[in-house]
């Protein structure tokens, strides 16, 4: 494919996988991998994707990574203005730890 958009003088790349785009140069400059604490990761970092978008006077900071599945659902569900159905049919005390403030 890369043979037809070059002889077409067509701009184009390959599609990586997470490893290769974490090992590139391009996301290295960009600072675009991220390493954070996460259970699955058994006590060490998982990384993740940073935000591709570099703003000079409110840089975006993290502060913990993706919850697991469902770990958030029901502090999610509290804060859904009227949804009476979701709160009721769903269990209390999901997996995972929630950092829910209220």
């Known amino acids: 494919m ?5 002889s077409r003088s067509i701009s ?3 599609v990586l996988t997470p490893l ?4 590139s140069v391009q996301a290295s ?3 675009m991998k991220v390493a954070l604490p996460h259970v699955a990761a058994g006590g060490g970092t998982v990384n993740f994707a940073g935000c591709p978008l570099k703003v000079v006077l409110t840089p975006v900071t993290y502060h913990r990574a ?21 709160t009721s049919a769903h269990a209390p005390g999901v997996p995972g730890e929630s950092k829910c403030s209220n």
């Open 20 to 23: 290769e785009d974490f090992a």
């Open 66 to 86: 993706p919850p697991t599945c469902d770990t958030d659902t029901d502090c999610t569900i509290r804060h859904v203005p009227g949804d009476v159905a979701h």
């Open 12 to 14: 184009a790349d390959p």
């Open 29 to 31: 400059a960009r600072d």
């Open 2 to 6: 890369l043979e037809i958009t070059d």
